[in-house]
């Protein structure tokens, strides 16, 4: 995969609305993108892990050709996302 995230400098602003857009609607969708995007690309997947705030910053190097490496960092925004529409109720 072309690394176009990294090439087109969305990754910031994605991992911008995944983690501070008020909708959760916007959330999902911005995770998903950096999801599809960061799988079986090292560029994008550096890049994406590079921009997240630190408290979704994963604990070690992830390789993006693992899935379960790139589900380390979207399971925890899934999770904030999750959060954070329970808290709307």
């Known amino acids: ?3 176009q995230l990294t ?5 910031p602003t994605l991992v911008k609305l995944a ?5 959760t609607t916007v959330r999902s969708k ?3 993108a950096l999801s599809s995007g960061s799988r ?9 892990v590079k921009h997240l705030p630190d408290q ?3 604990p070690r190097e992830l390789d993006a050709g693992n ?8 399971n925890a925004l ?12």
């Open 67 to 74: 899935m379960d490496d790139v589900d380390i960092v979207t």
């Open 1 to 3: 995969m072309t690394p």
């Open 7 to 11: 090439t087109f400098n969305v990754v």
């Open 40 to 48: 079986n690309s090292q560029p994008n997947l550096d890049t994406f």
């Open 30 to 32: 911005a995770i998903l």
């Open 56 to 58: 979704f910053k994963p």
């Open 78 to 89: 899934r999770a904030d996302v999750t959060k954070r529409k329970q808290e709307q109720k």
């Open 19 to 23: 983690t501070e857009d008020p909708d």
